[in-house]
Structure formats: structure tokens, C-alpha cells
């Protein structure tokens, strides 16, 4: 079964903090691999993109990387604030036998405290 | 340049009835995907739908069920409504399948 999985689940870290927030997925065959943020009860906003052949994408104090054979993406913020006080969602696109949509994690709840 | 429009924002029903969600995606979009969120199974794929036809079904009962028309508008339907299907709906754009996702706000329907 392809599967999404995020650690920590929670992270709770002072205002100005570099961060890193973990992804793996159990297949390597993808088409692309996507970061969201979620902002309580509201849509997901989307973040990076990054497509199968590529290693990293950057945007702002973001940056997601993305390495394939080993089942692995990281979300790196630098500066953290307060704004990005959030939860955030990996999604994979897998593009093996029985890929449905995208295969989301369960999402890392992260507090900047000011 | 509109993001994606989900109508209505808030539900209520009553078990046993059915309900009809709307989705407008971005303009040129044209694959449409509808999400099931709640707090215990997280986001589920339920359907995707390009240039009129389905084209993926997740794991979910025929009570789901969807249609997109030729402007690339997107319904979902579910009818006998149960308590479980309390959930936040998302509905997702995308230019052509498998590319960028773009979410709209999402409609939270819940069931008495």
C-alpha cells in the first residue's frame, strides 16, 4: 500500500528558528511530490512543487527537497515567524499500479512562538 | 486570476438526505479532484474528473458519486447521508492531471 508519513506530528519551536520538516512515501515511483499548508479550517494553500526528476525547489524562506530512492522529502524554513504558524501537509502523486489522486501524510502542526 | 470556488462554504443535513457540493476551478484548469478531510483519516482522494470523465475513484462507496460539465465545473453528490460523513470537502484544480493542485476553501458539511 503507497503510503505518506510525516514527522514530528507537532513542533513547537521560538520565533527566528531555522526548521526542517520530514516526509517519507513507500514508493519511489512518482510523478511529483507537493507541500501545502493548512490554516484551521480553511483549503490548503500550496507551497512547492517538485516534480519527479527534480532534487529541490525554492521559494521565499523555503526550500523542499526531494530524494526519491530513499522514499524522502524535507521542508526547510529559514527565519521562522509567527505567520507560518500552520499545518503542514505532504502530498505525493504516485504513478505506480493503483495511484488514486494524491496520498497525503497526516500533516506536522507547527507553532512559532513569538 | 480566480482561485478555486467551492459553493456552499457550510452544510447541515439531517441523516438519510442527500447533498450536492459545487466546485469551479481556476480557468484553463481542467482536472477537477474532490478530498475528504476529517480528523481521524486525515485527507482521502474520492474522484477525479478530466474533460468530463472520471478518470480515478478512490476508496469510497457508490453513495459518492460526482459529474464535471464541459466548462470543467465539478459536482459532487452524496446521497443517504450518514453521521460519518461529516467531513471537510476540498475540491482541487489542476491544468491537467498530475500537475499542481490548487485547493479551494473547502465545504464543511456535517450531519444531524
Known amino acids: 500500500k503507497q503510503e505518506v508519513t510525516q514527522i514530528p506530528a507537532a513542533l513547537s519551536v521560538p520565533e527566528g528558528e531555522n526548521l526542517v520538516l520530514n516526509c517519507s512515501f513507500t514508493d519511489s515511483a512518482i510523478y511529483n511530490l507537493q507541500w501545502f499548508r493548512q490554516d484551521p479550517g480553511k483549503g490548503l494553500t500550496s507551497l512547492l512543487l517538485?516534480?519527479?526528476?527534480?532534487r529541490e525547489q525554492t521559494s521565499g524562506r523555503l526550500n523542499a527537497s526531494l530524494d526519491k530512492s530513499s522514499g524522502r522529502s524535507t521542508l526547510y524554513i529559514a527565519a521562522s515567524q509567527p505567520g507560518d504558524s500552520a499545518t503542514y501537509l505532504c502530498?505525493?502523486?504516485?504513478?505506480?499500479?493503483?495511484?488514486?489522486?494524491?496520498?497525503f501524510g497526516k500533516g506536522t502542526h507547527l507553532i512559532i512562538q513569538p | 486570476k480566480a482561485g478555486v470556488t467551492q459553493t456552499p462554504r457550510y452544510l447541515i443535513k439531517t441523516r438519510g438526505q442527500q447533498v450536492t457540493l459545487s466546485c469551479s476551478p481556476i480557468s484553463g484548469h481542467r482536472s477537477v479532484s474532490w478530498y475528504q478531510q476529517t480528523p481521524g483519516q486525515g485527507l482521502q482522494f474520492l474522484f477525479e474528473y478530466f474533460s468530463e470523465t472520471q478518470r480515478n475513484k478512490g476508496n469510497f462507496p457508490g453513495r459518492f458519486s460526482g459529474r464535471q460539465f464541459s466548462n470543467s465545473r465539478s459536482e459532487m453528490n452524496v446521497s443517504t447521508l450518514e453521521l460519518g460523513d461529516s467531513a471537510l470537502y476540498l475540491c482541487a484544480s489542476s491544468l491537467w492531471s498530475n500537475t499542481e493542485a490548487f485547493f479551494g476553501q473547502g465545504t464543511r458539511l456535517t450531519v444531524v
Open positions: 502530498a505525493v502523486q504516485f504513478s505506480g499500479g493503483g495511484a488514486d489522486g494524491l496520498t
Open positions: 517538485i516534480q519527479s526528476s527534480q
